[in-house]
Each structure stands twice: as C-alpha cells, then as structure tokens.
C-alpha cells in the first residue's frame, strides 16, 4: 500500500496536493463506500422536512416494502455515515500534518484556507441547494481542531474561568432585579471553551494516546448522558412529565412553562408545514429564501454539533498517526477484531434503541424518544469503525476487486456529495421533477441508480483528470496555486 514516506516531501520545504504515489488507496474505497450511506441517509430529507428531523421514522407508518426500506435504514445506516465521514476527515487532517512535519513545511496558514474553504462551500451549499449540508459543521469542527492542536490550555483555562464569572455575576444581577445579560449566554460559551482546554492539556501531555481517549470521550460523553436522562425521565413519577390540569388552570410557573411549550410545538409545527409547502410546491427562488433565513438558527447548531464532530476528527487523526491508516495491511488483525466487535455490537444496540422507540411526537413520548436516541448514538461509534474496518478487510482481501472501485468516487467525495444534493433536490422539489413524498424503497431505488452512474462518472472523470472538479478548486486556495487538472497524456512527463 502506498505510504507517507520521508522522501515524498516537496522541495523547498513547500506543502502541495498529495500526489498519486502518496495516496492511501484504502481511505478513497472508504470514503467512496461513506459517500454510498450518507446518501442512503440524506435521500429522506430530499422527500420531508428538515424540521422534521428529530421526529425519528414517521408516525403514519409505511407498510410493507417502504416500511422495512425505513427500518432498516434507521437501524442499519442513520448515524453511521456522518460518524464515518468525521472519522475520514480527521484522518485527512493527520495525513496533511504528518506531510508538512516531514516536508519541514508550514501547516496552519494552508490548513485554515482549507478550512476557510470548506465553510464557504458548506454555506453556499445550505443556501443555494440543501438545509441539510454538514460541511460547515465540518469546517467549524476543523477550526476547533487547530485550537487544541495549537492553543496553550492556560488561556483557554483563564477565558471560561472568567466566563463562569460572569455567568454567576449576571445570574446574581438578575436575581436582585438589577439589569444585565442572560447568565446563560455566558455559560453556553464558557462550557465549550473550557471542554477545548481540557482537551489542548491532554493532547499536550499525552500527544498520541490522547487522540483516542478524548476523542472518545467527547463523542460518548453526551450522548450517554442523553441516555441517562432519558431513562431518568421515564422512571419519574406521572406527575411530572404530564401537566396537572387543576394546576394549569392557575397563573403559576408551571403553567407559564406549559403555555411556553405549547407554544414552541405549534411553531416548530408551523416551520415543518412551511418548509413542506416550499419544498413541494415552492419556485427554487422561495427555496432559497426560506434557507436564508432558517441560516442564522442553524449556524449556532451547527456550532453545537461541531464539538461532538471534533471528537471524531481527534480519533481518525489517532488512527493515521498510530501508523493504522497509513500502513493499514499491516494491521488487519486490528481491523478484524474492530469488525467482529464493533457491527454487531453497535447494530445490537441499534436494535435495541428502535425497539424502545422509532418515532418522536413532542409532549408525548419525549423520554423514550430521547433514551432510544441516546443508545442509538453510542451504538453508531461501534457500528461505524466496524464498517469501516469490514470495507479494509475486503480491499486486502478476496474483494478488492469489487470494493475497489468505490476508489474513484471516494477521491471526488466532495464533488459527489455536492452532486447528490443537487440531483437529489431537482428530483425531489417542486421547483424540479416534483416527487416529493416518494415511499422509502422507491427512494432507494433513486440512490442506487444515482451512485451507480456516480461511479461511471468518478471513473470516467478520473481517467482523463487529476482531481474532481471541486476538489482541484479547494486544492487551488489551500495551497495558493493551481494544481495541474488534466492528466498528462501516454509518453508526457507528469
């Protein structure tokens, strides 16, 4: 398998495009096969609402073939592939390190104009094609990368130190009646803040080791403690989780949280039946609209979800500089025993979280709901290293053949993934070919179809360029120059 090796470093000391020798050929058959669940995933939300998201398979239950189609989607791909896609890009981010440090190159000014890229792509994305783009949660995961790569954890100590102060202050403030900001909005930046500090000061104590420990740890830490709190809730007793009537009737805090919550459901009722009007019935102009303003909500989840991504890039940078990724046919057994434990134990639990609950009506079944969510999460980590390690073993061993040509859609992964979106909305909207609302299986039929002539198209593309189209555009800003396109033609030096 092609390795990072010393000799592979640019001249001068000058940090480019990975070159053919250089490519790990078993992340592009991984990333080509992540490429293949994200897509089975996104093409619900191709036909339904974004807003309706959290709400799990729909209530109105499919029968017969939609139905096992979204089943075993939820069970068998929904969160595997984002969780599979992070660990890829955390594993892109350690190539490009290892590179530079033995190039003898910078690193951070070409990283963050990757990053800086990534971001723009990511919201022209969210704008002009689909709300349900994740890479400028990516790129913002990408900038917290580099701040505890980077950062001094003292500084980062000292600013939530001084944000705990001040959340307490306000809080304080507000309990005398005095003015002053929500203490709230102090401690939501305090919090993650000092999460990056104490992630920057295991990192500098423990450089290799401490990848994989605190990856894990910000990947399962929420998650398990949304399982907890959901399996808390349902142990509470009747009365407090379902509003007493008498007590409603009266003017009184809970009754004001009750008139809040029903007022939240009939806005968040209104956003999905607004957004399953423009997408159905909408001109593409209304579309865009309606994405512009949901942006500004959406970036502070994004920048949410970006703390639990960093926790997938921190354990595929382990994976690549523990020398896994980088050598991986020296280490099947590794990936054998991460197949054998990790499918059946993450689709196990899986299993267990959609036989608790696969749907979600708000005020009704909130706790199971958010237990069933919680286990199914931290089932995702094992299922997701598990597939990935299943797709390595079969590059290195009897189905190399077959899995190998996912290689040439996993090198144009960005390219492709923008292209299912753009296929998969004309598709889909009313402002295209007007199927929103399809049934599951007939949706799957659409994916299948899609990435086979994706793969024709990689293949094709591939044979006669260097790059994918947008990945020869964000290889041009990282590195301020623009890397040959074209393949060189038989007989002329490359």
Known sequence: ?????????????????????????????????????????????????????????????????????????????????????????GMGFA???????????????????????????GALHYLFLWAGDILFSYALGAALLMIVFHARPRPLFLFAGACAALAAGCALAAKL???????????????????????????????LSGLRHAG??????????????????????????????AQAAQDTPAAKAQAERAQRLREHAARIATEARVMS?????????????????????????????????????WFVRSG????????????????????????????????????????????????????????NLPASLGYVAAVVLAFHGRWRRWVAALAPAGRMALSNYLLQSLLGTWFFYGYGLGHWGMGRAGQLLFVVVVFALQLLLSHWWLARFRYGPLEWLWRGVTYLRWPRLRQPRIGQAA
């Open 1 to 89: 398998m092609p390795q990072i090796r010393p000799h592979d470093a640019l001249p001068h000391g000058r940090l480019g495009p990975v070159a053919a020798g250089e490519r790990i050929v078993a992340l592009d058959v991984v990333r080509g096969f992540a490429l293949l669940g994200i897509f089975l995933m996104n093409v619900e939300f191709f036909s339904r609402p974004l807003a309706d998201l959290d709400a799990g398979l729909p209530v109105a239950a499919a029968t017969g073939l939609d139905y096992w189609a979204g089943w075993l989607v939820h069970v068998l791909v929904r969160g595997k592939f984002w969780t599979m896609f992070s660990l890829l890009f």
């Open 95 to 121: 190539v490009m390190l290892t590179r530079a440090e033995r190039a003898g190159a910078a690193f951070t000014a070409p990283y963050l104009r990757r990053t800086l890229a990534l971001g723009v792509i």
């Open 177 to 207: 009646g005095l003015g002053a900001p929500p203490w709230q909005l102090f401690l939501a930046l305090g919090v993650p803040v000092l999460v990056l500090a104490i992630v920057a000061a295991v990192l500098r104590r423990w450089p």
């Open 216 to 245: 894990l740890a910000l990947y399962l830490l929420p998650f398990l403690a949304m399982a907890v709190g959901g399996a808390a809730m349902l142990q509470a007793p009747p009365e407090t989780r379902a509003p007493a009537t």
């Open 281 to 317: 019935q909408g001109s593409y102009a209304e579309a865009v609209a309606l994405r512009a303003g949901e942006f500004g909500r959406q970036a502070g989840t994004d920048a949410a979800f970006a703390m639990i991504v960093l926790g997938m890039f921190l354990l595929g940078a």
């Open 324 to 379: 896994i990724m980088l050598d991986p046919a020296a280490h099947l057994p590794l990936f054998r025993r991460l197949a054998w434990f990790g499918i059946p134990v993450g689709v196990g639990i899986g299993v267990l979280a959609a036989g608790i609950a696969t749907s979600h009506v708000r005020g009704r079944n909130d706790a199971a709901f958010q237990l069933a969510t919680g286990l199914a999460m931290l089932g």
